[in-house]
């Protein structure tokens, strides 16, 4: 026996908008480090603006991969280890493993259109860490990602 349920919903619209963050510097902001277990290494600060139309939320995660000799299941143990901090002034965004560096802020950061922030990364290696992630090396590529705020 089939079902089917209608429903009309009046007065909705629909548009498009244009959806764009820029970024800046565009070169790296971390430079080839052989950061021993305790140590840790700062960023010059990333200028994220929204260059978009509307107001937008965005996401950072973390593409890495091995590099050099280092075998994928090395990366991994490195990745899982080697720390990020993210922070906008005072607030921290992010403070975790590479490998956990998915989807964040959590829920997103909110950038009124044509609206600046200033972030500042710190990469450390926790004296934790041990002799296993000595001569590994990664590969990391941070990614923005900016989807549009809900008009309420």
Known sequence: MAFTIT????????GTADVALTLSPATALFSPAALVPGES????QLSVTNSGDVDAFYFI????????????????ILADRLNIGIAQGTTELYNGPVSGLIEQPT???ILATTD???L???VSLPATSSNIVEGLDLSVDLVFVSQASPVS
Not at 7 to 14: E, F, K, M
Not at 69 to 75: F, I, K, M, R
């Open 7 to 14: 429903s009309t919903n009046s007065g909705s619209t629909a």
């Open 41 to 44: 290494l700062g960023s010059p």
């Open 61 to 76: 995660f973390a593409d890495w991969q091995a590099d050099g000799t280092t075998s994928a299941v090395q990366a991994q």
């Open 107 to 109: 829920g997103g950061r």
């Open 116 to 118: 600046e922030e200033l």
């Open 120 to 122: 500042t990364f710190v």
